[in-house]
DNA sequence: ATTAAAAAAGACATTGATGTCTTTTAATGG
DNA sequence: CCATTAAAAGACATCAATGTCTTTTTTAAT
């Protein structure tokens, strides 16, 4: 919910990278793409947005493949959102009526805006270190099982 | 955001029939599609839906078109949701891991649970009457703008 | 009955998200 | 340098949501 499959195929492609680099492997597309059970070449694309982006780095080539850079365990949740989904969508009137504003806010205005930003919180707060380091093996196995 | 395009134009069209009504007129879908800027033959096939839903009437012909009924101003928004987006979508994994069960729930589960109760609750007390009656007159004219 | 009006129904078009296939670029070992 | 490997890039396909157009059905007034 809320979000696109683009976002969840991202998220368990860099945990899935972050965990073979515990193991002190790097990872090849294919390799990804089978055990995550996704499109090998839609997941390209969002591998390689993940790279432009400095979340992970790539090398081409033999023995090349993908691995975790400086910034990959510090990447924030809400960085991934706005690669794949934006983070506009957010600020738009859950009941598509006109934009909320002082003295025309819709009759959900607070609340929504209320559980809006309580989620972007959290996923400004979150990053990909978080979700390994303090998670259980059960969550760990779940990135390979299809959502 | 959370919603589809269908969802809005399904609530603005049954708060333009039933603030219509109010002022005792009954209304046509071209006047419906106009004041609203929905596409009209899409904006038919919603309308259509809400009238087997019952949560409007309508007649065909002559001095025809959409009017409130019995039911219209005791509707909840969870109803609409229902009938244009759907609810199975609020029961998926936020992350897109596997469904979160005992045992086995993803790193943000239980916050993210309680904002999807939270809209479920909003958007099941909340009636159409309510949004008409507790609501400013801005609010009102809001409906017909473009989301 | 006939005609006109308006919703209902259904065929088709467009668009964006998702998915597939092929070609190009870069890196490595020989 | 050459062959191989793997990511990068780009063209094309599919599908669901959205949007448009035409035909059918129902109703009301004359």
Redesign the interface.
């Known amino acids: 919910?809320?979000?696109s499959?683009s976002?969840?195929?991202a998220?368990?492609g860099v945990l899935y990278v972050a965990l073979a680099d515990k193991d002190g492997r790097k990872v090849q597309l294919d390799e990804i793409a089978s055990r995550l059970s996704v499109p090998r070449h839609f997941l390209a694309k969002i591998m390689k947005t993940m790279v432009k982006e400095e979340i992970l780095s790539s090398t081409k080539g033999p023995y090349g493949g993908f691995s975790v850079n400086a910034g990959t365990l510090n990447a924030k949740l809400i960085h991934l959102v706005k690669i794949t989904d934006g983070v506009e969508?957010?600020?738009?009137?859950?009941?598509?009526?006109?934009q909320c504003k002082s003295?025309?806010?819709?009759?959900?205005h607070f609340?929504?805006m209320k559980?809006?930003d309580?989620?972007l919180d959290?996923f400004s707060k979150?990053s990909i270190g978080?979700?390994l380091e303090?998670?259980?093996p059960?969550?760990i196995k779940?990135?390979s099982?299809?959502?």
Not at 103 to 108: A, Q
């Open positions: 919910m809320f979000l499959k976002f969840g195929y998220l368990r969508q957010f600020n738009t009137c859950v009941l598509s009526l006109r003295k025309n806010f819709c009759p959900l609340q929504m559980l809006r309580d989620m959290e979150r978080d979700l303090k998670e259980s059960d969550f779940s990135i099982t299809i959502a």
